[in-house]
């Protein structure tokens, strides 16, 4: 059984920046594809971020792109979100997800492709 943990939420100002954690328990982890989707109240879940197992290649939204890097280091099971010039737009609880099938090059971007979920964090960025 995989469970992510999410860690490094707070509030912020706009401009400023947030470093996301996310340690996934479970062996397989670091031969998974993981990702970051966000929830911002009254709206849907969205993707944000997204990474290979082997960390080769990343998936942006393009509201992120240029402003967030997704990494992970495979040694300590945990995948990265670095948010830099944050917006008031960008407040959401953020999750982290895990994607089961195994040495996947093709980095998902949709919600089903993931099978585990972290319980979210909350990044808040006032104006």
């Known amino acids: 059984q995989v469970q992510p943990v999410e860690s490094g939420g707070g509030l912020v100002q706009a401009g400023g920046s947030l470093r996301l954690s996310c340690a996934a328990s479970?062996?397989?982890?670091?031969?998974?594809?993981m990702g970051w989707f966000r929830q911002a109240p009254g709206k849907d879940r969205e993707f944000v971020a997204g990474?290979?197992?082997?960390?080769?290649?990343?998936e942006y939204a393009h509201s992120v792109k240029g402003r967030f890097t997704i990494s992970r280091d495979n040694a300590k099971n945990t995948v990265y979100l670095q948010m830099n010039s944050l917006k008031p737009e960008d407040t959401a609880v953020y999750y982290c997800?895990?994607?089961?099938?195994?040495?996947?090059?093709?980095?998902?971007?949709?919600?089903?492709?993931?099978?585990?979920w972290g319980q979210g964090t909350q990044v808040t960025v006032s104006s």
């Open positions: 990474i290979s197992w082997n960390g080769n290649r990343a």
């Open positions: 997800a895990l994607d089961p099938r195994q040495w996947v090059i093709v980095v998902p971007i949709s919600g089903s492709s993931f099978d585990y």
């Open positions: 479970g062996r397989a982890a670091s031969s998974c594809s």
